[in-house]
């Protein structure tokens, strides 16, 4: 199994700020996705972090306003930039098995946006 | 339209009671379907993960079934425990590992 540390846990943020979530896995893994679980909603999927090469972001997101990175197989990196109240979220870090069929998620980062 | 719909929205039940949380969904096909259970403010943990023909998955107290043909999916929990009071959210796979998140229901466990 693998082990996912996000940091930081919770934070409290001032209007116009950006805040970069670091997700850190214990094993080398292929594949390694940002979501976001707005207050009372489902969790939706921002990107996808590719090693090497620009991450792949879903409709409704764009990497100006979410920048990741993933310098390598164990680690990446969310920024949420320019934030507003409305950013105010759980932003969770998740990394798949090589056949999908085991994916795990970190601890999530929940960010308050004042 | 979110493509995964569960039922309930949210169910409060006495401790010790039984009780069953539905998902419909209407991806097709699919890859395999998974229930996650989610405490206020921490990410899902997974309980049991189905693909298509399975029809059944059990993981102590928790035990889901699906039906391939009607696209629904339950997750029966027995001999429910004040730990249990959480969101239980249903996630199909499309492939590609790309999850579709259903909107969850809010477990209340009441002593």
């Known amino acids: 199994s693998a082990v996912i540390s996000q940091k930081p846990s919770r934070d409290i943020c001032q209007r116009g700020t950006s805040l970069t979530i670091q997700c850190q896995v214990d094993?080398?893994?292929?594949?390694m996705f940002w979501y976001r679980q707005q207050p009372g909603q489902s969790l939706t999927l921002i990107a996808t972090a590719n090693q090497g090469s620009e991450a792949t972001y879903e409709s409704g997101f764009v990497i100006d306003k979410f920048p990741i990175s993933r310098p390598n197989l164990t680690f990446s990196t969310l920024t949420v930039s320019n934030m507003s109240p409305e950013d105010s979220s759980i932003y969770l870090c998740?990394?798949?098995?090589?056949?999908?069929?085991?994916?795990?998620f970190g601890e999530g980062s929940w960010l308050t946006v004042v | 339209k979110n493509q995964v719909e569960q039922s309930p929205q949210s169910l409060i039940i006495l401790e010790g009671k039984n009780c069953t949380l539905q998902?419909?969904?209407?991806?097709?096909?699919?890859?395999?379907l998974r229930w996650y259970k989610q405490d206020t403010g921490r990410g899902p943990v997974s309980l049991t993960i189905?693909?298509?023909?399975?029809n059944t998955k059990s993981n102590g107290r928790y035990t889901a079934t699906l039906d391939a043909d009607t696209k629904q999916s339950s997750l029966h929990i027995t001999a429910s425990q004040l730990s249990d009071s959480a969101s239980y959210i249903c996630v199909v796979n499309f492939g590609n590992e790309k999850l579709t998140f259903g909107t969850g229901t809010r477990l209340t466990i009441i002593p």
């Open positions: 094993s080398q893994v292929t594949m």
């Open positions: 189905m693909t298509f023909s399975e």
């Open positions: 998902c419909n969904y209407t991806v097709s096909p699919f890859s395999n």
């Open positions: 998740s990394t798949a098995t090589s056949s999908g069929n085991t994916i795990y």
